[in-house]
């Protein structure tokens, strides 16, 4: 079983002993006991079903295990959202007085949860340039850094950091942000990091359907955020989870497609003179082009570009647009564009976005599962 192929390993697993070849639902968030004994058990099991849905449902129970399969961990826990993961993985693992670690390039709501909320309740975090080699471990302050967060790809500037440099680090958990790779593009777990987490609402369920976030590690460790998770709440629905499994069926042929048709449109868009840099690991000019040969094995499905312009440019063609859609999100059927400036990212102050790579005329593609040439006819006729 070691060496089956993810694709497979996305058929295979997560499947409970019904039969049934769809998941099953269980909208139920009790269950009954035999008596005092059976409930008195049920009460301090860990992460176990058959008791109340908080603490854990078979159907996201599924979904958990599907995903453990594909990262090669011990075990996962599933969330409401990306968002719930990323908070319930912090608030287990920090408390007041400790450190944290991050990359600057960062999801827009990671960095405003670790600017606001974290340092309001006395976290201190500091915020590294997670493309530069050695940056997060000489970050690290022994006896108090207790987590380091990466994001790899990075969310919108396609950055990549060195998963084996994030793996070496001993002492504080490491925790990777695996969601632009979904588990079919890379394995955070396999390079020594203690933790990758998904925004699962993205490329896993695949859909735009589903709210869903998930943390996958060694057991101990899924243990014990999922012991403060029961209390943080950002509980996954079971609709949500089964929406999650039914897209991790299909992530294989999805992500492939999705993985060619981005890297076809980056080559397409960096050959266009109205266009200054396109960011895509898969591109032979991505400064980090050799790292994502080596530690991906796709280069995933969103890539971003700059136009020559700014901000009324970037408006000038998303308006233009026909087939590529305006909208937050990624990962899903329809290719779709955003401004990260004035959108996903617009909680940042313009000196942080300039910092992070986020200027006016960065634009953010999600590419879905269109006939490739539609998608570029767009995009063509939009630059004009
Ligand atoms: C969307 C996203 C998140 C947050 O996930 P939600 O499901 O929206 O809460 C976190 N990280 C990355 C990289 C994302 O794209």
């Known amino acids: 079983m070691a060496d089956q192929h993810p694709d497979t390993t996305a058929i295979t697993a997560g499947r409970d002993e019904s039969g049934s070849l769809a998941p099953v639902l269980w909208p139920s968030t009790t269950w009954q006991s035999t008596g005092l004994d059976e409930s008195n058990a049920a009460a ?6 058959g008791n109340y849905a908080r603490y854990a449902n078979p159907t996201v129970r599924e979904f958990e295990n599907a995903v453990a399969a594909l990262e090669s961990a011990e075990d996962a826990l599933a969330t409401s959202s990306g968002m719930g993961a990323i908070a319930t993985a912090i608030f287990a693992l920090c408390s007041t007085g400790d450190h944290i670690v991050a990359q600057k390039q960062l999801y827009g709501g990671t960095l405003a949860l670790l600017n606001g909320p974290c340092k309001r309740l006395g976290i201190d975090v500091s915020f590294v340039d997670g493309s530069t080699p050695g940056t997060f471990a000489s970050a690290v302050r022994p006896g108090k850094t207790m ?3 990466a994001e790899t790809p990075s969310n919108p500037q396609l950055a990549l950091t060195n998963l084996d440099e994030i793996g070496a680090i001993k002492g504080p958990y490491t925790m990777v942000d695996s969601t632009l790779a979904t588990p079919l593009g890379q394995s955070p777990l396999r390079h020594g990091v203690s933790l990758v987490m998904h925004s699962a609402t993205k490329g896993i369920a695949g859909h735009n359907d589903a709210m869903l976030g998930v943390l996958a590690g060694e057991k101990d460790l899924i243990d014990a955020i999922w012991s403060y998770s029961v209390l943080h709440g950002a509980t996954a629905s079971a609709t949500d989870a089964l929406n999650g ?18 890297l076809k449109v980056a080559r397409e868009l960096e050959s266009n003179p109205g266009v200054r840099r396109v960011n895509y690991p898969g591109l032979e000019s991505h400064p980090q082009h050799a790292l994502a040969k080596s530690q991906m094995r796709g280069f995933g499905t969103v890539l971003s570009f700059e136009i020559m312009g700014g901000v009324d440019k970037a408006r000038a063609l998303m308006n233009k647009l026909a087939i590529v859609r305006p909208a937050v999100s990624l990962g899903g059927p329809e290719t779709l564009i955003c401004h990260p400036a004035t959108s996903t990212h617009v909680s940042m102050s313009p000196e942080d976005q300039q910092s992070a790579g986020i200027n006016d005329g960065l634009l953010r593609l999600s590419i879905g599962l269109e006939d490739t040439s539609d ?8 630059l004009q």
């Open 375 to 382: 998608v570029i006819a767009d995009l063509q006729h939009a």
């Open 44 to 49: 301090v099991a860990v992460h176990e079903t």
């Open 147 to 149: 987590l380091v967060i």
């Open 245 to 262: 499994l039914r897209g991790i069926r299909t992530l294989g042929v999805r992500f492939a497609r999705q993985c060619d048709t981005a």
